[in-house]
């Protein structure tokens, strides 16, 4: 069965600082990974994908994340956060077969201070 | 474009009542999935829809939860009777895709928070 870690329950950074968000998965085949942002009171928004190909990926608000899979892992990057980042991030994996049902991990949530 | 909508936001019930929520998906989204979001924890499918057929519903806790998509476009989640566990936020997400082009890249609505006392 397929699942997601996120170890990190609660990051506080700086604003201006740069961030790392880890997400560990376990997956049969090749995976499909996703980066999610949860803003309070709103729906999930996705941040990036992967499916295949390049393992760097860009997405939306300036955020990066690289696929390992040597590592199993697909974290997610910022060079300099702002304050409007501050939010839930989850990482989700699903298969590469069709109709997809994403699995996601418990989140992590992200404090800027001034 | 008019993003997933879903009502209501709020609602307390206490347990054994029963409760529906409704979603309206982007016009012409074929694939539309419930997910369950207990506080602290990341979403969990309950069911997934293509067009008006259940795709998945293996994590529909099928003795009070039940879910309808009759004419293939808006939906229905309904909870008889509730339990305490059953507190949280549901979201409704869809997406254009469908069969083996749906790769996951989910629209999701801002989600119906119930708390069941």
């Known amino acids: 069965a397929q699942s997601v870690t996120q170890p990190d329950i609660h990051i506080t950074v700086s604003e201006g600082a740069s961030l790392e968000l880890r997400c560990n998965y376990s997956y049969g085949a090749t995976p499909y990974l996703f980066w999610y942002v949860q803003s309070p009171g709103q729906g999930l928004q996705l941040l990036l994908k992967y499916f295949s190909g390049d393992t760097l990926v860009q997405g939306i608000k300036g955020f990066e994340a690289e696929f390992k899979r040597s590592q199993s892992s697909f974290n997610l990057r910022k060079p300099s956060v702002h304050w409007s980042d501050a939010a839930e991030y989850f990482c989700a994996v699903g298969g590469n077969f069709g109709n997809e049902k994403l699995t996601f991990g418990t989140g992590t949530r992200l404090t800027i201070i001034p | 474009e008019a993003g997933v909508a879903q009502s209501p936001r709020y609602k307390i019930i206490e347990k054994r009542q029963s409760v529906a929520f409704w979603c309206n998906p982007i016009s012409g989204h074929a694939t539309l999935y419930w997910y369950q979001q207990i506080l602290g924890q990341g979403p969990k499918l309950l069911i997934q829809?293509?067009?008006?057929?259940?795709?998945?519903d293996s994590q529909l806790p099928k003795d009070r939860f039940s879910a309808e998509r009759l004419k293939g476009v808006d939906s229905t989640l309904k909870i008889q009777p509730a339990k305490l566990e059953d507190s949280a936020v549901y979201l409704c997400?869809?997406?254009?895709?469908?069969?083996?082009?749906?790769?996951?890249?989910?629209?999701f609505g801002e989600g119906s928070r119930l708390t069941v006392l």
């Open positions: 997400a869809s997406t254009n895709k469908a069969g083996r082009w749906n790769t996951g890249e989910l629209f």
């Open positions: 829809f293509q067009n008006n057929g259940v795709v998945d």
